[in-house]
DNA sequence: ATGAGAATGAGAATCATTCCTAGATTAGCA
DNA sequence: TGCTAATCTAGGAATGATTCTCATTCTCAT
């Protein structure tokens, strides 16, 4: 997996660093998009680091920075890598999980928003879907 | 419409004082979530009074909180007010507007939410969609 | 091995948001 | 209408997340 990342970045020049891997790894392994904090805890970087190689994996596309309802940011990786899938975020600590939608699902979605999009005369570049649940700890 | 607000502040026992009320006017008068400065510039109040005015709106259930895709706040009536919509976001500036789907096509919407969320056991309190294009300022 | 360009770490700077306090407003009541 | 107690506001200080800066370190092509 992490190869199209590797190439992907080396088509734009940009390195694949250490600093950059771990974060892709850390990303890799979790089930949702994560906060700065959250992400410190794996990875023991300085945050001014872990900050910046977001920022650069950002530009180059390969992560996405997600806010859920309260306001924090948590990164994930783009959907080319992780496919499109949408999110579960808990209304209680805000905690977001992934929710992939089956195929046949997301086509009545896409029907559903390019319906809603016509009417009012706009091209549609993207869509999400948030369903807010509360979790168990937040009960 | 300010009427039933008034009734459903002072059953809570909050003021509904002239800070308040212009906050609420500025939000009725507008077609989408607002940030903060965007507020400001409608209604030459500090900062301060801005943020504990929408604070305690929203505790009251008359506003909540909107994170668009740029990280921005930006505030809205609540939906016992403004009806059920949805976002229409542009990738480009991070403007917003709302976005109101036919009771038909909500309801296609819900029948998806429900049985995704049911697929991993979840009970669904809310559901939020958002659609992505370009504004014509950012083209 | 060397040099140029890029990346990193540590801390300072910035920006949005929250907190605090003294003074102003308000509702309820005489 | 005037008084009182409680609530609200303005303004600035404090906080917390994010971004910037710059000196040092690393990488890659020679």
Redo the contacts between chains.
Sequence with gaps: MTEPIARHLEARGIRYTRARRAVVEALEAVDGPKSVSELGDRLAVPQSSLYRSLAVLGDAGVVV?H???D?T?RFELAEWIRGHH?H?VC?GCGAVRD?A??AE?EE??QE??T???GR?D?????????????CEECR
Tied chains: 1, 2.
Excluded: Q, S
Excluded at 122 to 134: F, G, K, M, Q
């Design positions: 920075a806010h859920g309802p306001g940011t949408h579960l209304a929710l939608l089956t699902e009545r979605l559903l928003v319906e809603a999009a009012v706009v091209e549609v570049e993207d869509h999400a879907l948030e369903i807010v649940h509360r």
